[in-house]
């Protein structure tokens, strides 16, 4: 798969820029782009969690998944017969 890349530049201060080296340097990121490309995946998958949270949280209740509903689910998964 071949993703086009646009150029985004971006002004930060001293201070910003001297921790994105850091980071770039100290936790095996090619380039500062690579790393700001992860911190902004990160806060994209945070967004849809949330997302999905927030829907869960106003949809209608159910039955709680204890103990027995895990157990059917594993029955389930492996193809046995549920209890």
């Not at 340097?25 to 849809?48: C, H, K, P, Q």
């Amino acid at each position: 798969m071949v993703f086009r890349m646009g150029t985004m530049n971006i002004s930060l201060p001293d201070q910003l820029k001297s921790f994105v080296d850091e980071q770039v340097a100290g936790r095996g990121y090619g380039t500062s782009s690579e790393y700001i490309r992860e911190l902004i995946r990160r806060d994209r998958d945070r967004l849809a969690l949330r997302g999905l949270l927030l829907e869960g949280a106003s949809s209608a209740r159910t039955d709680p998944a204890d103990a027995d509903y895990f157990t059917s689910l594993r029955e389930h998964v492996r193809g046995l017969p549920s209890r």
